[in-house]
C-alpha cells in the first residue's frame, strides 16, 4: 500500500485548515472600515495516471500528479458595507457604487486605492496633508480658485487656509418700508451693506417729496467714505399706496478708497401709506468678515473650511476612482487594494455619491462566516477520520507482512 493514500486528507486539512483562517481573519476584521471579506476556494489535483510529453528534442518526459485538493484565495473586492453616521468632519463614505475608490499615496508616489474614508490629517515640515488611516496622502484636484473651479490633475490634498476672509460683497438688496404719506417732506431708510475693503458701512436711501407731483419722491443715496448714485432719481407711488415705478434700481457706489460696489436694488415692497416712517424688512447677500470656524468634506467630495460669517474656502475635491474590471485588483495591505495589467482602464468617477460624516463599514457577514466555519470544521474533520483510517489500514499491512 503506497503511502500516497494519504495525500488526499493531508492536502484536504491542510486546505480546509487555511480556509478556516481565512473565516477567522474575517471575523477578526468585522468592524475594520472599508474591510472586504476573503473566501478559500478549492480546484481539484486530478490524474494518477503518467502524463507523458515530448520536447523538440524528442525526448519524453513523465510525471505523476497527486490525488487532494489545492486551493486559492479571492477577495470580495465588490462587496459593500453598510453606511453609518460618524459626525467626524473628515469622515466620508461611499454609497451606493461599488466601482469607486479613493486613491492614496505613499512616501514613493505609489498609488493604491481604498474603500475607507476615515481620513484625518497630519503635518509634515509645517504643510498639513490629509491622510488615509494607515498615513498615506489622501489625492484630490486642488482648487484653482479657492471657490468653484479645480484642476484637472489629481495631487496631495493640502488643508491650508486663510484665518480671515474678506467681507462678501453685496450685490443684490430688498427693502421694506414705509414712506408716510403726509406730515413730512423727507425721509430716510438705513441699511447696512459690505464691499471687498468695507466691512459693514450704512446705505441712507433719502425720499424727498416732488412740489407739484403727487405721490412722487426723490431718491438718493448716501455712504461715508463714498459717493452712491441710483439708476433712477424719482419714486412714484400709485393710488393705493405702493411702488408703481421703478420696482427696481441699481446702485453704484464708489469708494474713495478705490472699492466700488454695483448693488441691484429691490423697493417693490415699499409703500406710501398714512403712519410713520418704519423699516420693517431688509435683506442683503453681502456677509462681514469671516473668521475660519472649522473644515470639513461636504456631500460632494469638496475638502473646504468654513467661516463665521457663513462663507466657505474650499482646498481640493476629493479623486475618486473605477476601473473597467475592478474585481481584479489585488489586495496590497489592509484594506488598500493595487491596479494590475488586468483591472483594465482606470477611470476617474463623479461625486454625489459621497455620504458625509459618515463610513462604510466591513463587508462582513457574521452569520455566513459562522456557517462556513462550520463546514469547514465538518470538512477538516472528515478529512482527519480518512487519514485515521488510512493509518488503520497501513498498520494492519504492516501487522500482515510480519
Known sequence: MALSIFLPSTTGMEAQGHA??????????VSTVGYRTNETLFYTLLGS???VKSNASGINS????????????????????VVTSTGNNYDV???????????????????????????ATRTENGVTY???????????FPSIDGKEEFSAAPENIVIKYPETIPPVPTTEATITANVPAEGVDSSSYAMTIYAESHDGETMNMIFKKVEGKANTWELSFHVEGGTATGSATEVVFDSRGNVETPKVLDVAINWDDGDTNNIHLDISNMTQLAGSQGTTYVKQDGAEAG??????IDKDGIVKAYYSNGDTYNF????????????????????????????????YVDNGILVPQSLESSAVNIEEEFSNMIMIQRAYSSNAQTFTTANEMLELLVDLKT
Not at 481565512?22 to 476584521?29: D, K, L, S, W
Not at 451606493?96 to 499615496?105: D, I, L, P, R, T
Open 20 to 29: 478556516l483562517g481565512q473565516v477567522a481573519t474575517n471575523i477578526a476584521n
Open 49 to 51: 495516471n503518467p502524463v
Open 62 to 81: 513523465s510525471r505523476v500528479d497527486i490525488d487532494g485538493v489545492g486551493y486559492y484565495d479571492r477577495t470580495n473586492i465588490l462587496d459593500q458595507g
Open 93 to 119: 463614505a461611499i454609497s451606493g457604487e461599488e466601482n469607486a475608490f479613493f486613491m492614496v499615496k505613499d512616501e514613493f508616489n505609489n498609488t493604491y486605492y481604498t474603500r475607507a474614508g476615515n481620513f
Open 130 to 140: 490629509l491622510v488615509s488611516q494607515n498615513g498615506l496622502k489622501v489625492q484630490g
Open 291 to 296: 473668521h475660519f470656524m472649522k473644515s470639513f
Open 316 to 347: 481640493a475635491k476629493l479623486t475618486l476612482v473605477g476601473f473597467s474590471a475592478p474585481e481584479n485588483m489585488t489586495p496590497y495591505e489592509g484594506t488598500m487594494f493595487e491596479a494590475n495589467g488586468t483591472t483594465g482602464n482606470s477611470f
